[in-house]
């Protein structure tokens, strides 16, 4: 079956760099382009950006464009997201998600990401 | 981007339907059918409902169905069920090619 599963929880200090992996089985991986979004606790959802697996097309919410980067590895069927600069704000669970019709069909667990001093 | 407007919370009693509305502008909801749906349950990851305004993946019950009139993109919960407590998102494809969702609504089931 389809099939997302994401790195662990990570805690970072502010100003440091995170690094958030989703390793995707059960599909072909360059059919589907895959979405990053991001849950603030007790907050609603917000979407990052999405990236086309071929072609390394990447899209990113205005609010993260110059500190995020989102890139694949075909070899490892492997996502990741990268975000820079980081501050309490940015303690959040992140999550991948498959895109089908425009929409996020299949989600990854989550990873926590903790930003504290 | 601001997010969709959705309102904080909806209630009803086991058996009756709700409707839950999300309201954007004609830069996404009301410009495109790309308007979808997900649920998410306390402490878990969100799960697909709805997508293309009113298309059900496989799998998802019938009591779950979506429309759209103008800017404002609805779902509605018929036979509402024990379970059905939880937050339910929308979001939509917008004319700036991203995504953005709405502010989430909390289903109450009395």
């Known amino acids: 079956q389809v099939q997302l599963v994401q790195s662990g929880a990570e805690v970072k200090e502010p100003g440091a760099s995170v690094t958030v992996s989703c390793k995707a089985s059960g599909y072909s991986f360059t059919s589907h382009y895959m979405h990053w979004v991001r849950q603030a606790p007790g907050q609603g959802l917000e979407w990052l950006g999405i990236?086309?697996?071929?072609?390394?097309?990447?899209i990113y919410a205005q609010k993260f464009r110059g500190r995020i980067t989102m890139s694949r590895d075909t070899a490892t069927s492997t996502h990741y997201m990268q975000l820079n600069s980081l501050t309490a704000e940015d303690t959040a669970v992140y999550y991948c998600a498959r895109d089908q019709s425009w929409a996020s069909d299949v989600w990854g667990q989550g990873t926590m990401v903790t930003v504290s001093s | 981007q601001s997010a969709l407007t959705q309102p904080a919370s909806v209630s009803g009693s086991p058996g009756q339907s709700i409707t839950i509305s999300c309201t954007g502008s004609?830069?996404?909801?009301?410009?495109?059918?790309?308007v979808s749906w997900y649920q998410q349950h306390s402490g878990k990851a969100p799960q697909f409902l709805i997508y293309d305004v009113s298309n059900r993946p496989s799998g998802v019950s019938d009591r779950f169905s979506g429309s759209k009139s103008g800017n404002t993109a609805s779902l509605t919960i018929s036979g509402l069920q024990a379970d059905d407590e939880a937050d339910y998102y929308c979001s939509s494809y917008t004319r700036s090619d991203t995504w953005v969702f709405g502010g989430g609504t909390k289903v109450t089931v009395l």
């Open positions: 990236l086309r697996p071929w072609g390394d097309r990447t």
């Open positions: 004609s830069s996404d909801v009301g410009g495109y059918n790309h």
